[in-house]
């Protein structure tokens, strides 16, 4: 159900963010200056969005593996989420996105996680909680989960402000321990 709604938000605030033009008038009521093409909170918001992919490969990358069931997992994730922003938004979302992903098969370092996890602040806990939630999926995609991905796990809801109740829904959910 959380995610039901964290899509919902998502879903309006990216319209409007993204469809939002700034439109300052003369006293007559004609454009002043040309609107911008996207705002910087949505660009932020946009980032923050495409940061789940990071988080999720970090995660996975916990044992030092990430096969192609994790992989698989991540990018099935993805198009799962870009078929309930709706049609406006998601091609710029999946781009995003997709070169986090390429970007993260590099590897992931502590620094780029941090990154990830600040641009994710931004995002309302229910979105936060979605991340969270691929960073279960990709991790026990392998069936088999190691103490170092728990360990990641633990480390990214902490970054992530993800409340322990939460945390514990999702674990369980998973089957993770």
């Known amino acids: 159900m959380a995610y039901v709604i964290g899509a919902i938000i998502l879903f309006w605030g990216l319209k409007f963010f993204f469809g939002q033009q700034d439109q300052s008038t003369d006293s007559v009521g004609n454009p002043s200056r040309p609107a911008p093409s996207r705002s910087d909170k949505a660009e932020e918001m946009l980032e923050a969005v495409a940061a789940s992919m990071t988080v999720g490969v970090y995660c996975a990358l916990g044992d030092g593996n990430l096969d192609n069931r994790e ?66 999926e990709v991790v026990a995609a392998d069936k088999k989960v190691e103490g170092s991905e728990i360990a990641s796990l633990q480390k990214v809801a902490r970054l992530l402000a993800i409340p322990e109740e939460t945390y514990k829904r999702l674990e369980d959910r998973k089957s993770v321990v």
């Not at 870009?82 to 998601?90: P, S, Y």
């Not at 990154?115 to 806990?125: E, Y």
Request: net charge positive.
């Open 71 to 136: 992989t698989a997992t991540l990018r099935r994730w993805k198009d799962e989420f870009l078929k309930k922003v709706g049609d406006e938004a998601a091609p710029m979302i999946g781009k995003a996105m997709e070169a986090e992903i390429q970007r993260s098969l590099r590897g992931v370092s502590e620094e780029r996680l941090h990154q990830a996890c600040l641009k994710q602040k931004s995002l309302p806990v229910e979105l936060r909680s979605m991340t969270m939630g691929l960073a279960f």
